[in-house]
């Protein structure tokens, strides 16, 4: 016999057991971007390449090594899974003329691919929940997204998460930093890991966000991008502090946080944990005032963040975040030919009440039934036999308490299950 076919590597299943923990976070992160204004998006897994290369940058690990692209056979495109959902929800909001009416608070969810080392938290599919403020200037809506966060954190019931923030100032400014920290790179290029001497003069930024332990003092040591920062994104950046602090939000400012993304400018920051290994960033975003443009749209501030869905599911069951276990109402049990057509009528007549049934299937007696019942986690086993049919009633069993079963017309017993 063959053997199993097994599933692609880093690209997991959800299994049942585990179900209770997505739908939580789930329901979670709707009742709270719904209370701040944001409605929700929903965009193509597949995208053009050049949608990516164009907004995350041709010399990002993501663009060079990570996604999942091919040419599509039918008519010789370049199609891209999508590594990440920012550049598409902008592309979208583009192609739809959203925000001709004024600016837009969106948000989505779905599965990002990357080839990666899989690692824990760290898939080849992933989820994210991406929020995106298009057309806002700043500082309010940065602050916004960060004082969004800190609530998410609490109504999950996750501590541990602390902030860290920088600036990355205007393209100018980027620009003057850029040139002082080739300089610095190209004067202890000896030292520099292969990486960092790819990355030197293609894209010098991303040398700061190096994990090289061996790299870390000389990067400790590189000039700082705080000391070029133009006067609008220091006072933007000060701004978003004062409100923090205001909030009663800690934060810590990283001067190495330049972040993965060539389009990032103004504000970026990160929301880390040490109770996930190497892979401690479970959200993180910033500004990107000039991605619409670079897209093909008319100039328009934006920012947005994302969070890896795994790494704080990770984290809720880490931290023993209690989480109630989906069950039904009733489990309906049911013996002999009359019983199982008269079940049949009854389960759906329950489902027309408003509540969640669980008809068992698969023959048995009614002592295995019973038992298939109480583990289901169903409050209430609803039992039908010959008796049952004949009067038209059923006979009503509470599973979670102590109470004496009683035989009831449906509609009885439909309002006796409602009143717990």
């Known amino acids: 016999m063959a053997n199993p076919i097994q599933g692609v590597r880093g690209m997991n299943d959800v299994l049942p057991a585990d179900e209770k923990y997505w739908a939580f976070f789930e329901s979670t992160v709707q009742r709270w971007l719904r209370a701040y204004g944001y409605r929700e998006i929903r965009m193509p897994i597949l995208e053009r390449t050049e949608l990516f290369v164009r907004s995350i940058g041709e010399v990002t690990d993501i663009v060079e090594k990570e996604m999942y692209t091919f040419t599509d056979e039918l008519n010789g495109e370049q199609l891209t899974l999508r590594p990440e959902g920012t550049a598409s929800c902008v592309r979208a909001a583009l ?32 989820h994210q929940i991406g929020v995106e403020a298009l057309g806002f200037a700043g500082p309010d809506v ?20 602390r902030l860290e923030i920088n600036s990355l100032g205007s393209a100018e400014a980027r620009a003057r930093y850029r040139s002082k920290l080739v300089a610095y790179l190209e004067s202890r290029v000896s030292e520099l890991d292969s990486d960092a001497q790819r990355r030197m003069h293609s894209n010098p930024l ?9 790299m870390q003092a000389l990067i400790e040591a590189a000039p700082r991008l705080a000391d070029d920062l133009d006067e609008e994104s220091a006072a933007a950046f000060a701004a978003l502090r004062a409100s923090l602090e205001a909030a009663g939000v800690p934060y810590q400012i990283n001067p190495r946080l330049v972040r993965g993304l060539d389009y990032y400018n103004g504000t970026v920051f990160e929301w880390v944990t040490d109770r996930l290994g190497a892979q401690g960033t479970v959200c993180a975003g910033g500004r990107y005032d000039g991605l619409i443009a670079q897209i093909g749209g008319k100039p328009a501030p934006a920012c947005g963040f994302a969070m890896g869905v795994e790494r704080l599911l ?25 019983a199982v057509r008269y079940g049949e009528t009854v389960a759906e007549q329950l489902r027309d ?21 109480d583990g289901s986690g169903a409050r209430f086993a609803l039992i039908i036999g010959d008796d049952e049919v004949q009067a038209g009633e059923v006979t009503l069993k509470a599973l979670r308490e102590e109470r004496p079963q009683q035989r009831l017309r449906l509609d009885a017993a439909v309002a006796e299950i409602r009143k717990q």
């Open 95 to 126: 192609e739809h003329n959203l925000l001709y009416p004024g600016p837009q608070r969106l948000w989505y969810r779905g599965p990002m691919f990357r080839h990666e080392r899989p690692q824990k938290g760290r898939y080849r599919q992933f």
């Open 142 to 161: 940065d602050a916004e997204h960060l004082l969004m966060c800190a609530r998410l954190w609490r109504e999950l019931g996750l501590d541990g998460i």
């Open 206 to 214: 991303r040398v700061l966000d190096s994990k090289n332990p061996a």
């Open 314 to 338: 990770a984290l809720i069951v880490e931290g023993g975040v209690a989480v109630a276990e989906a069950a039904s109402d009733v489990y309906v049990l049911r013996q002999g030919d009359a």
């Open 353 to 373: 009440a408003g509540l969640a049934v669980t008809l068992h299937c698969g023959g048995g007696s009614f002592k295995s039934q019973m038992k298939k019942a």
